[in-house]
């Protein structure tokens, strides 16, 4: 079974940092696309970073230059440094996966979330 697992979300000031983790266990054979949504209060989830197995990154327009998605497939880790963090950036932050389980298939799986707060 396959479990992704978030870690490094709490309360920061305006302007801070955060950075969070992902680590993928269970029966992975290769990953795909990793990437990172967020959902803030009353608000639709949203794509906010995702990188390919070449290292291909896209940033949504409200975090470009501020965000900075990287991975380690030997670990299979992504990561997310946030800098600059402001207010609107508060929301539940996914991890999420696109890889080859044990059905030999790709499929999509998503971790259970970690709350991001941005307030002073």
């Known amino acids: 079974q396959v479990q992704l697992v978030e870690s490094g979300g709490g309360l920061v000031q305006p302007g801070g940092s955060l950075r969070l983790s992902c680590a993928a266990s269970?029966?992975?054979?290769?990953?795909?696309?990793m990437g990172w949504y967020r959902q803030a209060p009353g608000k639709e989830r949203e794509l906010v970073t995702r990188?390919?197995?070449?290292?291909?990154?896209y940033y949504a327009d409200s975090v470009k230059g501020r965000f900075t998605i990287s991975r380690d497939d030997a670990k299979k880790m992504v990561y997310l440094q946030m800098n600059s963090l402001k207010p609107e950036d508060t929301a539940v932050y996914y991890c999420?996966?696109?890889?080859?389980?044990?059905?030999?298939?790709?499929?999509?799986?998503w971790g259970k979330g970690t709350l991001v707060t941005v307030s002073s």
């Open positions: 269970g029966s992975i054979f290769s990953i795909n696309t």
């Open positions: 999420y996966a696109n890889l080859r389980d044990r059905s030999w298939s790709y499929r999509d799986y």
């Open positions: 990188i390919t197995n070449d290292g291909s990154t």
